[in-house]
């Protein structure tokens, strides 16, 4: 614990609010709320046994901040509005936080229709879902329109009567546009279609049967498989009925289970008493209690999805600040006990998968980024990992780029790249030099990757680059670790020797730095070849004949300017990649620096 925690702690008020953690680079990594700020965050410091994975959380915390609130209420609302916008890692994200589709119903309209949609609206229409899993509410609508002829067709119906579409001809639309169906009796096919979709499956499975012996008598083989393939899917939704639930009950079933380093949850969803899907995911959350990590689920998963006529939880929340708290329960017998327990079993089994996964991310990422602080002695774990790359040919087009790794991984959005200035010939060093400066320049700006304080500065290249940038650090008064890697032979140079440190050879935390060092490099490369490919736009070579934009770009990779193209001979021209012997002599007879051309 450092003296800004202790300080912090010490001046912590009994009133309820809000805690937001961070690292060492200012990054949020875990917001709480607590009914008594002092007694709630002062646990995650004092030295009582805790979970690996609150262990883990605090080992990264630097400082924390936190915000008094009126009521435990509104800590709830505003903990839920920091999570969504800074998206702490040691919350619960949700990883698979898409939107679910649903079949809606346009049941406002004169002649409504069935459409697949991820949103519900307050619009008037009927909902159905969600579908998850082998459940496609594509092929439930097809089904539909198979039994009862309902229109395909967005958008307002004509005034006056069109000529009907394919669909129709296929008995698969009733054509309302063609005034072949009344009003009353299209909405007895629509009624007759939502009763399908609450789950009353007998109606539609006989008709669709008569419809498939019609096929098969008339021939239609093809259409008679068809719908062979619809009775089986019809026949597999009467197979997920949950035993002792109406046909109207709309349930979700969560259980979250955890080893004290990870944690898996498991929502399973029943709607109109049939089971529609089963969703596991791991999630990662710092709470120090099981009942808030349910809580902090359901309150992000609702957010996104329909909330059903009740939830079912393995871990009591139903005291919590939900404005929804109402449909929570916490079953211990009968039907839906069971429920949970089928959920219960359904996240043990994620989870004994998603560990072993888990355990080499963990070693390709943070394992690794331990095992190079050892290594390399440095001050702390480089959570935040910064790469500069020098590119140019010939000291043309000279660029620098900034590739930004963060627990081990690409942060893309964090990379950056530079133009140099006042460069006429190469100068890696003073590129070098420049770059750094004006990322150090920018540390009080607005630029979100520039103000983040690195833990780990890596240069390509080797003792010299990594010489002449410590001189920016002096300027600048920075005290980062910083390294370089020579790239022929792997070499890890440090500041203060001149002899190299060799990381075995496949090893996760060489791994990490070559996967930076080649990010930079294939950053600068890009950007190098946009500028060089501008310059070639308007190049004499445009002009010769059998010369495409593949031969320029391998005549500009080799000789770097169009001046150096002008300077080359014959035979270096000829051992350019595509340019035989004839197109050589035509390329110096049309632009040499001689006197072919008179």
């Known amino acids: 614990m450092n003296d800004k925690i202790k300080e912090k702690l010490a001046s912590l008020t009994t009133k309820p609010g809000v805690y937001v953690m961070h690292s060492v680079s200012g990054a949020v990594i875990y917001v709480g709320k607590a009914k008594n700020l002092k007694n709630r965050v002062s646990q995650y410091f004092n030295n009582s046994p805790k979970p690996a994975k609150v262990m883990a959380m605090v080992s990264h915390v630097d400082y924390f901040e936190y915000f008094i609130t009126l009521t435990e209420r509104d800590a709830f609302a505003l903990e839920n509005n920091l999570i969504k916008k800074y998206k702490p890692f040691y919350n619960i994200l949700l990883k698979d936080d898409k939107a679910y589709p649903y079949i809606r119903v346009t049941v406002k309209d004169e002649y409504p229709r069935l459409e697949v949609v991820r949103r519900i609206k307050n619009d008037g229409s009927k909902y159905f879902g969600p579908y998850i899993s082998s459940i496609s509410p594509y092929q439930l609508i097809r089904i539909v329109n198979m039994a009862y002829p309902l229109r395909t067709c967005k958008g307002v119906l004509p005034k006056t009567p069109k000529r009907p579409c394919l669909e129709y001809s296929l008995g698969l639309c009733s054509a309302p546009c063609n005034k072949q169906i009344s009003s009353q009796d299209y909405k007895f096919l629509v009624n007759k279609a939502m009763d399908f979709l609450r789950g009353n499956d007998s109606d539609i499975e006989k008709i669709l049967q008569t419809k498939m012996e019609v096929a098969s008598s008339c021939e239609n083989f093809e259409r008679a498989l068809e719908i062979r393939d619809m009775l089986k899917m019809v026949n597999n939704l009467k197979q997920k009925v949950v035993a002792d639930l109406p046909n109207d009950y709309s349930i ?85 006990h069971n429920l949970i327990k089928t959920a219960i079993l359904n996240a043990n089994e994620y989870l004994t998968k998603v560990q072993y996964k888990e355990d080499i991310e963990y070693d390709k990422t943070i394992g690794a980024l331990e095992k190079l602080k050892n290594k390399l002695n440095l001050s702390k774990i480089p959570n935040r990992i910064e790469c500069y790359d020098i590119s140019h040919i010939s000291g043309t087009n000279q660029v620098a780029s900034m590739t930004v790794f963060i627990a081990g991984k690409p942060a893309k959005n964090m990379y950056r790249k530079f133009k140099m200035h006042g460069f006429d010939e190469p100068n890696d060093f003073e590129c070098l030099k420049q770059t750094l400066r004006r990322r150090f320049q920018e540390m009080e700006g607005e630029d979100i990757s520039f103000t983040q304080v690195p833990d780990l500065l890596v240069i390509d290249g080797g003792k010299g680059q ?60 890009t950007f190098h070849r946009s500028l060089r490919s501008k310059s070639m736009v308007k190049s004499p070579l445009d002009d010769i004949k059998g010369l495409g934009d593949v031969k320029k770009k391998a005549l500009f990779d080799q000789f770097g300017t169009f001046e150096q193209i002008q300077k080359a001979s014959v035979d270096e021209l000829n051992l350019v990649k595509g340019i035989d012997i004839n197109l050589a002599i035509k390329i110096k007879k049309e632009i040499g620096e001689n006197d072919e051309k008179n």
């Open 252 to 336: 979700d079933a969560i259980s979250y289970v955890n080893n004290g380093v990870i944690g898996a949850i498991c929502v399973l969803t029943i709607r109109h008493g049939k089971i529609l899907g089963v969703q596991t995911q791991s999630v990662v959350d710092a709470s120090l209690y099981e009942n808030e990590t349910m809580e902090n689920f359901v309150n992000q998963y609702y957010s996104k999805h329909e909330i059903p006529k009740e939830i079912l939880c393995n871990i009591d929340i139903t005291k919590s600040d939900l404005e929804f708290v109402n449909k929570i329960s916490f079953p211990q017998k009968g039907v839906k």
């Open 466 to 525: 990594l010489s002449s940038v410590c001189e920016v650090l002096k300027e600048f008064d920075k005290h980062y670790d910083i390294i370089s890697l020579a790239e022929k032979f792997e070499e890890v140079f440090r500041p203060e020797s001149n002899v190299p440190i060799m990381l075995e050879r496949g090893s996760s935390e060489l791994r990490i730095l070559q996967g930076i060092r080649d990010e930079a490099h294939r950053f600068a490369i």
